[in-house]
């Protein structure tokens, strides 16, 4: 069965498409298939088997740990999104672990070296692995531009727009987000307090721009945030 759930997963992504069906079918044996719950960390930085995960299901958390121990949300990832040593290479300068934030999530890896054994074998697949990581890297940098050069209420703003387009249920002008967030949880996104989130987010409520409680976030008209 797992076979099974493993080839049309991998199938439907969109970095194998240039693979055949018998590559596809080779590619499952190589391949590592598990399922995690809400609140389970995943990934290690630190492992001593490097691996490759792409994310089928649900969405996941990747903290970062500086050197004096603080945590930072490096990025909120979902379905499709690859995560682990996408570098191709151990980095020891590179302390972080991957979170699930969903009640469940159903995840695909692959041992480093075999990944890279892959891309050598496949120069197709590896030019749609570089343009994949590529793009990953560009909204790496249009984040930390973000960061750097706006307000923490404009941050946030430009978060839940994010959000909202990438994942949420549009009605119109309306989106309506599954919220699996919490308040520190999206300070951390945004760098800022859990005080500060908490504050711009009751001031968005008070101005009618946002409905916000533990499960969903209503954004009634996104061009006004």
């Not at 240039?18 to 590619?27: A, C, D, P, V």
């Not at 070296?113 to 994949?132: G, H, I, M």
Request: glycine share 4%; charged share 30%.
């Amino acid at each position: 069965m797992y076979d099974e759930l493993k080839y049309w997963y991998l199938r439907d992504h969109k970095l194998f498409w240039t693979l055949s069906m018998s590559q596809i079918k080779q590619l499952c044996i190589i391949t590592g298939f598990k399922k995690a719950n809400k609140g389970d960390i995943i990934y290690f930085s630190s492992s001593d088997l490097p691996r490759i995960f792409l994310l089928k299901k649900g969405n996941i958390k990747i903290v970062s740990i500086d050197e004096e121990g603080n945590e930072t949300i490096k990025e909120i990832l979902q379905k499709g999104d690859l995560f682990g040593e996408l570098s191709l290479e151990a980095d020891d300068s590179v302390n972080e672990y991957a979170k699930v934030l969903t009640d469940e999530v159903s995840i695909c890896s692959f041992l480093l070296s075999d990944f890279e054994d892959l891309l050598v074998r496949n120069p197709t697949l590896a030019l749609s692995y570089t343009k994949f990581v590529g793009l990953k890297m560009k909204r790496f940098k249009n984040n930390y531009s973000n960061l750097v050069s706006k307000d923490a209420k404009t941050r946030l703003s430009s978060f839940l727009k994010d959000w909202a387009e990438r994942e949420g249920i549009q009605d119109g002008k309306k989106y309506t987000i599954n919220n699996y967030l919490t308040q520190a949880d999206i300070a951390q996104i945004i760098c800022t307090s859990r005080q500060t989130a908490t504050l711009l987010l009751n001031e968005l409520e008070e101005k009618n721009i946002i409905y916000y409680n533990r499960k969903e976030i209503i954004i009634d008209d996104i061009e006004k945030l």
